[in-house]
């Protein structure tokens, strides 16, 4: 039987409500509306839209896919982690990203005889290279000048967006983002509860969860230094005379050793991201207080290596060369020149694929400013959040 477009769309939510709950609680609180401008299916975060022409022509079964690739589209904040990207791109990358996850659950949720309640229109953009990739990790192999291929469609495009359509603030954005979160948990606890939360979203709840981890707060366990701090009279603490009128010690920092911070300076790291990595930098400097701090700019070689002794501030990093990511010249550089190195961070964007084979004999701390990514295969991972 064939349906009007509109009763195709409430029956794919309803499918979804039944078989496959997590993508079905996430449509119910997000309204699904027909929109003439969109000529697929498009996604604000808040809103599903859908265009008639493109509903008429797709099965039911097709309607429920695309409906769930909406749903990864928002449950992966795609709207959110675009930045300065070029928008066509990022919007192939999207889909690139999220069609395998729809062809999965569509394997998960088939009936007991075999029929599967969801497909893809043919056309969807698949590329088996791509599998298991974030859509920044996409955007990065993507050539600037791709062009769709004959019959393909995209899912339309949409930035995060206040009702009135305008752009959000940073705090306003913040704040989206942060209800979406909670939409996204009570969904995800919900599916759990009947067992039938897929695996790729749980995937996507974990790498919720760890982003809520301070990752100063990991460097300083993970690295806390090679002696603890003390305390002295020699110098009485000011603020607390200032404060009170009280006499107390202050803090005598041991310091931590010789440290190396590397910083990955490829054409795929943004500006922002830098600014963060020289903010993380000085709070290492300012907090563990290193005998030294050596900083290593790389991006497919070294670029620069500039060292700071204790409680000098990085004012700033070179970002000079732009080029591709590599991450071994800066382990060769520290053993051809035999530099003290008593702890390693490494901050990255982890679009690495040149690992050293040998895990060096230094703890190494992995500051990833891409917080959907996978950890490193050694050293100790952790999440800077750069969208704010």
Same mark, same amino acid.
Not at 335 to 341: N, S
Not at 343 to 350: A, P, S
Not at 364 to 382: I, L, N, Y
């Given at each position: 039987?064939?349906?009007?477009?509109?009763?195709?769309?409430?029956?794919?939510?309803?499918?979804?409500?039944?078989?496959?709950?997590?993508?079905?609680?996430?449509?119910?609180?997000?309204?699904?509306?027909? #929109?003439?401008?969109? =000529?697929?299916?498009?996604?604000?975060?808040?809103?599903?839209?859908?265009?008639?022409?493109?509903?008429?022509?797709?099965?039911?079964?097709?309607?429920?896919?695309?409906?769930? @690739?909406?749903?990864? @589209?928002?449950?992966?904040? @795609?709207?959110?982690?675009?930045?300065?990207?070029?928008?066509?791109?990022?919007?192939?990358?999207?889909?690139?990203?999220?069609?395998?996850?729809?062809?999965?659950?569509?394997?998960?949720?088939?009936?007991?005889?075999?029929?599967?309640?969801?497909?893809?229109?043919?056309?969807?953009?698949?590329?088996?290279?791509?599998?298991?990739?974030?859509?920044?990790?996409?955007?990065?192999?993507?050539?600037?000048?791709?062009?769709?291929?004959?019959?393909?469609?995209?899912?339309?495009?949409? #930035?995060?967006?206040?009702? /009135?359509?305008?752009?959000?603030?940073?705090?306003?954005?913040?704040?989206?983002?942060?209800?979406?979160?909670?939409?996204?948990?009570?969904?995800?606890?919900?599916?759990?509860?009947?067992?039938?939360?897929?695996?790729?979203?749980?995937?996507?709840? #974990?790498?919720? +969860?760890?982003?809520?981890?301070?990752?100063?707060?990991?460097?300083?366990?993970?690295?806390?230094?090679?002696?603890?701090? /003390?305390?002295?009279?020699?110098?009485?603490?000011?603020?607390?005379?200032?404060?009170?009128?009280?006499?107390?010690?202050?803090?005598?920092?041991?310091?931590?050793? @010789?440290?190396?911070?590397?910083?990955?300076?490829?054409?795929?790291?943004? /500006?922002?991201?830098?600014?963060?990595?020289?903010?993380?930098?000085?709070?290492?400097?300012?907090?563990?207080? =290193?005998?030294?701090?050596?900083?290593?700019?790389? *991006?497919?070689?070294?670029?620069?290596?500039?060292?700071?002794? +204790?409680?000098?501030?990085?004012?700033?990093?070179?970002?000079?060369?732009?080029?591709? !990511?590599?991450?071994?010249?800066?382990?060769?550089?520290?053993?051809?020149?035999?530099?003290?190195?008593?702890?390693?961070?490494?901050?990255?964007?982890?679009?690495?694929?040149?690992?050293?084979?040998?895990?060096? *004999?230094?703890?190494?701390?992995?500051?990833?400013?891409?917080? /959907?990514?996978?950890?490193? =295969?050694?050293?100790? !991972?952790?999440?800077?959040? !750069?969208?704010?």
């Amino acid at each position: 039987m064939e349906y009007k477009p509109k009763l195709k769309v409430s029956r794919g939510t309803t499918r979804l409500v039944v078989n496959s709950p997590f993508f079905g609680s996430m449509l119910l609180t997000m309204p699904v509306v027909e #929109d003439a401008d969109t =000529p697929t299916m498009a996604t604000d975060a808040s809103k599903v839209y859908w265009g008639e022409a493109f509903v008429e022509r797709c099965t039911e079964e097709e309607v429920t896919g695309v409906l769930v @690739h909406e749903v990864i @589209h928002v449950t992966n904040k @795609h709207m959110f982690r675009r930045g300065d990207r070029d928008m066509d791109r990022w919007n192939y990358s999207c889909d690139f990203a999220a069609n395998p996850i729809v062809l999965s659950i569509a394997e998960q949720t088939k009936t007991k005889s075999g029929k599967a309640i969801m497909a893809l229109p043919e056309g969807a953009l698949y590329d088996e290279q791509y599998l298991g990739m974030s859509a920044e990790a996409i955007y990065n192999r993507l050539p600037e000048d791709y062009e769709l291929p004959e019959g393909a469609w995209v899912s339309g495009y949409m #930035d995060a967006r206040n009702e /009135d359509g305008s752009k959000p603030s940073p705090s306003e954005e913040a704040a989206m983002e942060a209800n979406l979160s909670a939409k996204i948990m009570m969904a995800a606890n919900s599916a759990k509860s009947v067992g039938k939360l897929p695996a790729e979203i749980k995937s996507v709840i #974990d790498r919720m +969860q760890r982003n809520q981890i301070r990752w100063e707060d990991s460097v300083q366990r993970f690295m806390g230094g090679d002696e603890r701090d /003390d305390r002295s009279m020699a110098k009485p603490s000011r603020k607390i005379w200032g404060m009170t009128g009280m006499i107390m010690p202050s803090v005598v920092k041991k310091g931590a050793g @010789h440290w190396v911070l590397a910083v990955d300076s490829s054409a795929s790291v943004s /500006d922002r991201e830098i600014e963060y990595y020289i903010g993380g930098i000085n709070a290492i400097s300012n907090d563990l207080s =290193p005998k030294s701090i050596t900083v290593i700019t790389c *991006d497919a070689r070294i670029q620069q290596v500039q060292t700071y002794e +204790q409680g000098e501030e990085v004012t700033s990093v070179s970002a000079h060369g732009r080029g591709g !990511t590599r991450v071994s010249p800066v382990f060769d550089y520290i053993a051809e020149k035999d530099l003290p190195c008593d702890n390693m961070v490494y901050f990255t964007d982890m679009d690495i694929y040149d690992y050293p084979d040998a895990k060096p *004999d230094y703890p190494v701390m992995w500051v990833s400013s891409w917080v /959907d990514g996978d950890p490193a =295969p050694w050293g100790e !991972t952790v999440y800077l959040n !750069t969208r704010g």
